[in-house]
């Protein structure tokens, strides 16, 4: 039994076991391509994205300073008195499949499972004024909705 073994390799060309390779070569030339090109857009990103880290203190700077100024000449209006601040939250996900915006081409079919539960949390906060943050897990709240809700928080 002979065994052939590579004898030599020339710029396009390569003797193998089984003879000429003209179509690994050509396999090999386009890979070489592909990675050096791969390899030097590599470069040509990497020569416009790093940058040297400045290390300047930033409480030397111009903007920390002039925020300081500012800070310093605000005035805060001090209330006497007692805070009083509530909170709540309230499960909101319907009991029945029902008609959901968002989630592509769904052109007002109702939902078929329930992934998430949906909540309402609100906080009041009270020294004097009330003044009441909402937070709703839905898409959309509608009109009538905001409506319902400002004329209760005005009872409130």
């Known amino acids: 039994m002979k065994v052939f073994l590579p004898k030599k390799l020339v710029f396009g060309r390569a ?21 050096a090109t791969i390899i030097i857009l590599f470069l040509i990103f990497l020569a416009f994205t790093i ?3 400045d290390r300047t203190d930033y409480q030397s ?3 920390y300073k002039k925020m300081q100024e500012v800070i310093q000449q605000t005035k805060v209006r001090q209330t006497k008195g007692i805070l009083k601040i509530n909170w709540a939250i309230q499960h909101l996900t319907p009991t029945l499949p029902t ?9 007002g079919k109702p939902y078929q499972s329930v992934h998430d539960s949906v909540f309402v949390r609100a906080i009041v906060l ?5 003044h009441a943050i909402v937070a709703c897990d ?9 409506i319902v809700l400002e004329e209760k928080l005005k009872k409130i």
């Not at 839905?138 to 905001?146: F, R, S, T």
């Open 15 to 35: 003797f193998s076991i089984f003879g000429k390779t003209n179509k690994s070569m050509k396999i090999l030339k386009f890979l070489g391509k592909a990675i």
């Open 51 to 53: 940058a040297p880290v």
């Open 61 to 63: 700077m111009d903007y």
């Open 99 to 107: 008609p959901t915006a968002g989630y592509g081409d769904r052109k």
């Open 126 to 130: 009270d020294n004097g004024q009330r």
């Open 138 to 146: 839905l898409l959309i709240i509608p009109p009538e909705v905001m």
